[in-house]
């Protein structure tokens, strides 16, 4: 068996996935390269009141490690980010992080890759794999006078800990999941909490009951059990992908239950201006126990009027100003970032931003024409609507370790996908996506700079059996 050199790049979520199956296969020449100094990805830099990860704990994590122990059907973010801490820690991966370093330039040499990291180090690798994550670069509002608040004024995935909202009468900008989860954790909490809304969401009530110590005994006792839970709690999630595919019954009962949930804002101004005038999960389905029980706190303020300005003082909507302490902007990510900042260079001198100046396409969500053993985790049409990333992350992680088996078997040397297969992917995702609830006229992160909706058309556990083994006639293959 070949040993195969491999970069990991980032040691999130997804990274943590693969770098745990590697090592579990044997595979010991892995590199996890991490800018930050902490594991965890999004859960590390979201640390914000309130959250959580709107997919059940249960199905919220990895086959391989599950956890027996969650508190919560929807666990807090820094349970998730323990629980993504301990399966690096109890499988190795931690071991081969180098945390602090970024890689600023991928290049092919002919041979492997060659990664060179801000340091200056350069080093050779057979495979590199992006796991850069999609909802890592925050996204800060274009309004005018932003930087002039005299406050304190933070992104919601870069919380100033050290500041006591309690006395505070904070601005929130922002009505997305974060938004939402941030004013249900503050109302009642904060002297005033003023929330600044563009656009209502819809918002799905689902309670957040804490499991009993004897449930967690339970889980913990009889694994089968366990085992039985996660995917129970998959089922239940999959049953719901038909509203998102296609017109239909599923898609008309969630839109009638969303509804009705609206009715639990007593008075009818504050409903209307709760309620959106796209369908529901058009935009990502915002999931949450109390908001419209947190909106209606006496120490709330819902503001719909546009923001002209910021002034050192406060926020200004159709000449009013209203006077804020602190700045909150749940004004979310940049998701089409990918792999990039990073400068991926291919054979032939090909760079990923040529490859990508119409927008980012991936071969079946994982691989690039043009850049051979290179492949992503969270890449472009990933089903990242309203469902579990660990199970997407699981399912490309396995894919990559097929091929990377492969090479250690001797089988080839590089594989890339072709570019007719990728075009001929292209074709069936666009003939798709337009009867999916995101293509039905709402604006979104989900959507590329094209307008379609970057996600993947079907079922998301189609994407698993989409990507169950590699299809060879859909590669260039150089024999090894
Ligand atoms: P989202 O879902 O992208 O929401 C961002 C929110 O910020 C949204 O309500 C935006 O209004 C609002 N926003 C952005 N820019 C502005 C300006 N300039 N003025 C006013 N309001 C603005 O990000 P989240 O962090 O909430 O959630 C991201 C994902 O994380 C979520 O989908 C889950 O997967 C977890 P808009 O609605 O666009 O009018």
């Known amino acids: 068996m070949r040993e195969p050199r491999i970069a990991i790049i980032g040691a999130g979520m997804s990274g943590i996935c693969l770098g745990a199956l590697l090592l579990r296969a044997g ?22 009141p309130g959250i959580a990860c709107d997919v059940p704990s249960r199905f919220y994590q990895f086959t391989f490690a599950l956890n027996p122990d969650w508190t919560h059907r929807y666990s807090p973010g820094a349970e998730i980010h323990a629980y993504f801490e301990k399966v690096a820690r109890d499988t190795g991966v931690a071991d081969r992080v180098r945390f602090g370093t970024t890689v600023v330039e991928t290049r092919w040499t002919g041979a492997a890759w060659s990664v060179t990291t801000d340091d200056g180090v350069s080093a050779e690798y057979d495979f590199v794999v992006s796991a850069t994550g999609i909802l890592h670069h925050p996204r800060y509002p274009n309004i005018e006078g932003l930087d002039s608040f005299a406050g304190p004024a933070f992104h919601s995935a870069r919380w100033d800990h050290s500041v006591d909202l309690s006395d505070k009468r904070v601005g929130l900008i922002g009505t997305g999941s974060t938004g939402v989860q941030i004013l249900s954790a503050l109302a009642g909490n904060v002297d005033r909490l003023l929330l600044f809304q563009r656009t209502p969401h819809w918002v799905m009530q689902l309670a957040n009951p804490e499991f009993r110590p004897i449930t967690r005994r339970l889980h913990r006792r009889f694994p089968a059990y366990d085992r039985f839970s996660y995917h129970a709690a998959r089922k239940q999630i999959e049953s719901l992908s038909p509203a998102l595919l296609h017109p ?10 969303c509804r009705r949930q609206l009715n639990k804002i007593v008075d009818p101004e504050l409903r209307a201006k709760l309620t959106p005038d796209s369908q529901p999960m058009c935009r990502r389905l915002i999931i949450s126990p109390g908001y419209y029980d947190a909106i209606q706190d006496p120490t709330v303020e819902l503001v719909t009027d546009r923001i002209e300005r910021i002034t050192p003082t406060g926020v200004v909507t159709d000449g009013v100003e209203h006077p804020v302490d602190v700045l909150v902007l749940a004004t979310g990510f940049d998701a089409h970032a ?40 969270m890449g472009p049409n990933s089903p990242v609507g309203n469902y579990a990333l660990t199970a997407i992350a699981e399912t490309q992680a396995n894919y990559v ?8 078997r001797g089988e080839f040397t590089t594989a890339e996908p072709t570019a007719e297969a990728t075009d001929r992917y292209y074709r069936e995702v666009d003939a798709a996506l337009p009867d999916t609830v995101w293509a039905t006229g709402c604006d979104s992160w989900y959507l590329g700079q094209n307008g379609k909706p970057e996600l993947f058309p079907w079922a998301p556990e189609q994407h698993k059996v989409m990507l169950a083994q590699p299809r060879d006639d859909e590669f260039h293959i150089v024999a090894g």
Do not use: C
């Open 27 to 48: 595979i010991r020449d892995v590199v996890l390269l991490e800018k930050n100094q902490d594991l965890g990805g999004t859960w590390r830099d979201n640390s914000y």
């Open 248 to 257: 239909g019954k599923t898609r008309r009962f969630l839109t009638w239950l």
């Open 338 to 377: 990918y792999v990039r900042p990073m400068r991926l260079v291919g054979p032939g001198g090909l760079t990923l931003e040529h490859a990508w100046a119409d927008g980012p396409r991936a071969y079946r969500t994982v691989a690039v024409p043009g850049f051979p053993n290179f492949f992503m985790l």
């Open 401 to 408: 370790l097929d091929w990377v088996q492969r090479w250690r």
